[in-house]
């Protein structure tokens, strides 16, 4: 297959679209992904207009070219072989605005953002984001929650770009919200900005709170090592760390991936760990747990892209 980054075509294409500095081509996508996995992208676009997110996937559409929405790269992991076409991050949207009770954030802003931006308004609601590294956009797509909260409790809408290229303001009732659930992927939306309604609070004990989850998440999550963060959604009646753990998998590595030793639910790249080390990690584990507790794990992280040829 001819790589799609080869067709100067598509690249004076995407420069009429936005501007050069918005355009890589061949890049590695390990560059832009939370575990540093991931092969090259012949394209990766990061618009700065809702317009420029638009016209790409338009222009997608009428090449017939594979296009991809790469998030921030939080919880997601990107094969060795890359991804062809077309792979777009939207890291350069980060606006966040507040007015009254109510917060507008930009799919490319930092969910961790939006929960300070909350704090600084004396604003509850969002508390239990403060530890969440993901994008807006990310934590629609998988009703990112954490500690007890969930993204559907404060959102209201969210504005976002259909396959066609068509702007569409959707309600939260229309996302399907669930347990890191959505139908966002179904349906192939590209989340462009979110409003969440939060209540008023108390500084002071909005702050306790976020300093109380944060140090909960720092004392007990490997954030020293590059990882998804958490691998496997909570099985109904089980927690996985402690299904991984009471399978004696803490610390067990294939290559440069290991089960970390600090939480079991997190399978971290200590050593320049390939996509398919990782992966192979993930089968692993589930493999085990299978078959001493009989509990299937499910992955909350998406495995996206090509294997190596």
Do not use: W
């Not at 404060?154 to 347990?179: H, P």
């Not at 989850?213 to 004392?219: A, D, F, M």
């Not at 299978?290 to 090509?306: D, Q, S």
Request: glycine residues 10%.
């Amino acid at each position: 297959m001819i790589r799609v980054g080869l067709n100067h075509h598509i690249y004076d294409k995407l420069l009429k679209i936005t501007s050069q500095k918005n355009v890589m081509v061949d890049e590695k996508l390990k560059n832009h992904t939370y575990t540093r996995l991931g092969g090259k992208a012949d394209f990766l676009v990061t618009p700065e207009t809702y317009k420029e997110v638009q016209e790409i996937v338009k222009l997608a559409n009428n090449e017939n070219i594979p296009f991809t929405l790469l998030g921030n790269g939080s919880n997601l992991i990107v094969k060795d072989g890359g991804i062809r076409g077309i792979v777009m991050n939207l890291q350069r949207l980060t606006d966040i605005s507040t007015t009254g009770t109510t917060i507008v954030a930009q799919s490319g802003a930092r969910i961790i953002d939006v929960s300070r931006e909350a704090l600084t308004h004396r604003l509850s609601g969002l508390e239990f984001a403060c530890g969440i590294p993901g994008s807006v956009g990310g934590a629609l797509f998988m009703n990112a929650g954490a500690y007890g909260g969930e993204i559907k409790d404060v959102l209201v809408s969210t504005k976002v770009v259909d396959k066609k290229g068509n702007i569409q303001i959707l309600t939260a009732d229309q996302l399907d919200l669930d347990y890191r659930t959505s139908n966002i992927p179904e349906k192939g939306y590209i989340v462009l900005e979110a409003t969440f309604s939060l209540k008023k609070g108390n500084y002071e004990e909005i702050k306790a709170i976020m300093d109380d989850l944060t140090y909960k998440r720092e004392s007990k999550q490997p954030l020293e090592y590059p990882s998804c963060g958490s691998v496997f959604k909570r099985p109904p009646g089980y927690f996985a760390g402690k299904l991984i753990q009471d399978s004696d998998l803490q610390g067990k590595q294939i290559g440069g991936a290991q089960v970390s030793l600090k939480h079991a639910g997190f399978i971290v790249n200590i050593d320049n760990a390939t996509a398919s080390e990782y992966i192979a990690l993930i089968h692993h584990v589930q493999e085990t747990v299978m078959k001493k507790f009989g509990v299937k794990l499910e992955r909350e992280v998406k495995i996206i892209g090509e294997d190596p040829q």
